[in-house]
T-cell receptor
Framework: KAGVTQTPRYLIKTRGQQVTLSCSPI?????VSWYQQTPGQGLQFLFE???????NKGNFPGRFSGRQFSNSRSEMNVSTLELGDSALYLC??????????????FGPGTRLLVL | AQTVTQSQPEMSVQEAETVTLSCTYD???????LFWYKQPPSRQMILVIRQEAYKQQNATENRFSVNFQKAAKSFSLKISDSQLGDAAMYFC??????????FGQGTRLTINP
């Protein structure tokens, strides 16, 4: 079974631009979560989607948004990019969030550099 | 609020020896799950082992085992017979309620040949 895939793997943008990252979960997984990893703040939860609905959101500004499609694929969007948005963005999928003990499996991440 | 603390930013061990990585956590809940994830230089986050808080028996996966002390809120990872491929950042994480992992700061493990 294929793992979680994320595209693109690397991205360079300039301040003020917007960016869209994509995540395809493991087949059969219906929950997708997004995390931001930076050297200073570590790994921080962004949001989680299930059945095209955002169920949980971390403490990030409204410039960070996401959505999930009927096939469970998810996208996250960051508008008006700032230098501090440079990070590794990780996507994780699990079977069902109603059972929160379901293990999350991570994709390889998208490395975003904002210049 | 739940927090996870890894007090060892870096650890090193000789190949074939045993190393223990420490993790403490704080939560007011009685039902939660604990994980150790490994992040090699490729940055792919890989699940190493998980522990259900309601289980008293420590989880084991081949050379990896945990020492789960619920009263002390401690969750250490023991790697036996260390191999060069074990070199990575190791993150302790906890989940309770909502599908939201809370991670520790990580421990960078170096394996010396």
């Amino acid at each position: 079974k294929a793992g979680v895939t994320q595209t693109p793997r690397y991205l360079i943008k300039t301040r003020g631009q917007q960016v869209t990252l994509s995540c395809s979960p493991i087949s059969g997984h219906r929950s997708v979560s997004w995390y931001q990893q930076t050297p200073g703040q570590g790994l921080q939860f962004l949001f989680e989607y299930f059945s095209e609905t955002q169920r949980n959101k971390g403490n990030f500004p409204g410039r960070f948004s996401g959505r999930q499609f009927s096939n469970s694929r998810s996208e996250m969007n960051v508008s008006t990019l700032e230098l501090g948005d440079s990070a590794l963005y990780l996507c994780a999928s699990s079977l069902a969030p109603a059972l929160y003990q379901e293990t999350q499996y991570f994709g390889p991440g998208t490395r975003l550099l904002v210049l | 609020a739940q927090t996870v603390t890894q007090s060892q930013p870096e650890m090193s061990v000789q190949e074939a020896e045993t190393v223990t990585l420490s993790c403490t956590y704080d939560t007011s809940e009685s039902d939660y799950y604990l994980f150790w994830y490994k992040q090699p230089p490729s940055r792919q986050m890989i699940l190493v082992i998980r522990q259900e808080a309601y289980k008293q028996q420590n989880a084991t996966e081949n050379r990896f085992s945990v020492n789960f002390q619920k009263a002390a809120k401690s969750f250490s990872l023991k790697i036996s017979d260390s191999q060069l491929g074990d070199a990575a950042m190791y993150f302790c994480a906890m989940i309770q309620g909502a599908q939201k992992l809370v991670f520790g700061q990580g421990t960078r493990l170096t394996i010396n040949p």
